[in-house]
């Protein structure tokens, strides 16, 4: 179940919290790596839906959001029934892409770290268009 916290341009962090159940685990009860790339994309959704933006309405649209880039790091083990939390910050946004700094933890403990980041794409043709605006006024500063 998410937990509450409003993303901003303050570097203020949108908080997802994630069950870790048997499907995610290999024979020794260890989360298996690329689950960890399904949790942030979870966390991520989360916190797009939380700026406003309807990911339904913009594909009906003919845009939707693609990864980019990632660059992951494993710092230790999430495991069968660990309860992890998921942040998702804001680093930089720019008309045509955003770079995001997700961690997923344990009781405070970093397991995993992500920088992401995301563009906005036709889905048909492939090619890159603006970020929706409430994606961009991220970028603007805030009173």
């Not at 962090?13 to 942030?40: C, P, Q, S, W």
């Not at 397991?111 to 268009?129: K, N, P």
Request: charged share 25%; net charge neutral.
């Amino acid at each position: 179940m998410p937990t509450a916290c409003r993303p901003g341009s303050g570097g203020e962090a949108m908080g997802f919290r994630v069950t870790v159940y048997y499907e995610d685990t290999d024979m020794g009860g260890i989360v298996y790596h690329a689950n960890y790339l399904k949790y942030i994309e979870r966390a991520r959704s989360h916190w797009v839906r939380t700026l406003g933006i309807d990911q339904v309405a913009l594909r009906d649209e003919g845009t939707v959001f693609a990864v980019r880039r990632v660059e992951a790091e494993f710092l230790a083990s999430a495991r069968l029934d660990d309860v992890l939390d998921v942040t998702t910050a804001l680093v930089d946004a720019s008309g045509v892409r955003v770079r995001l700094e997700q961690v997923v933890q344990r009781g405070g403990q970093a397991l995993f770290r992500a920088q992401v980041e995301l563009v906005a794409i036709d889905w048909r043709s492939g090619a890159v268009r603006r970020m929706p605006a409430a994606l961009r006024a991220l970028k603007e500063p805030r009173d």
